[in-house]
């Protein structure tokens, strides 16, 4: 069965300072890759997403990640977090076929502070 | 190009009450999911549609739950009667390429 495991429930990091949210991933077939952030009170917004190709996937608002098939690994990192960044961090695998439901972690929660 | 809409945002009921959800996915879209967010946990799939017909309803308590997506746009998600643990966001979402799509999401209080 598909399950998607977000080890870090809650990270609090200072402003200016890097950041990586870990997610492991099991899934039979090729997966497709998802990062999605939810700011309290509002809805999932897509991050980045791996279908194929470069391993090392950019994404919005500075943030990338690395797929590590070998470890089953898509690893959220941003090199300077900012304030603004504190919110719910969730990582959510899919069929390489696309429209099917996406399996999600319990989610980390980021917290910044000055 | 509009996003998904979600009504109502917010609902407090009592258990046993009914609640109905509504959700407009982006225009074109042919799959439409419902998702349920309980309070520290990611989104699970409650139904899945592929214009008007459900493709997946396995996680979906058909006890209580029902939905329906008329002429494969809107869609609607009704709990009747409502349970305590029914609290919770619902999420809307709709796809293509691959990619979903999310509503904003409708936090339902039961008391």
């Known amino acids: 069965a598909q399950s998607v495991t977000q080890p870090d429930i809650h990270i609090t990091v200072s402003e200016g300072a890097s950041l990586e949210l870990r997610c492991n991933y099991s899934y039979g077939a090729t997966p497709y890759l998802f990062w999605y952030v939810q700011s309290p009170g509002q809805g999932l917004q897509l991050l980045l997403k791996y279908f194929s190709g470069d391993t090392l996937v950019q994404g919005i608002k500075g943030f990338e990640a690395e797929f590590k098939r070998s470890q089953s690994s898509f690893n959220l990192r941003k090199p300077s977090v900012h304030w603004s960044d504190a919110a719910e961090y969730f990582c959510?695998?899919?069929?390489?076929?696309?429209?099917?439901?996406?399996?999600f972690g319990k989610g980390t929660r980021l917290s910044v502070i000055a | 190009e509009a996003g998904v809409a979600q009504s109502p945002r917010y609902k407090i009921i009592e258990k046993r009450q009914s609640v109905a959800f509504w959700c407009n996915p982006i225009?074109?879209?042919?799959?439409l999911y419902w998702y349920q967010q309980i309070l520290g946990q990611g989104p699970k799939l409650l139904i899945q549609?592929?214009?008007?017909?459900?493709?997946?309803d396995s996680q979906l308590p058909k006890d209580r739950f029902s939905a329906e997506r008329l002429k494969g746009v809107d869609s609607t998600l009704k709990i009747q009667p409502a349970k305590l643990e029914d609290s919770a966001v619902y999420l809307c979402?709709?796809?293509?390429?691959?990619?979903?799509?999310f509503g904003p999401g409708t936090r339902l209080t039961v008391l």
């Open positions: 959510a695998v899919g069929e390489a076929s696309g429209n099917t439901p996406l399996v």
């Open positions: 979402a709709s796809s293509a390429r691959g990619e979903q799509f």
């Open positions: 549609f592929q214009n008007n017909g459900v493709v997946d």
């Open positions: 225009s074109g879209h042919a799959t």
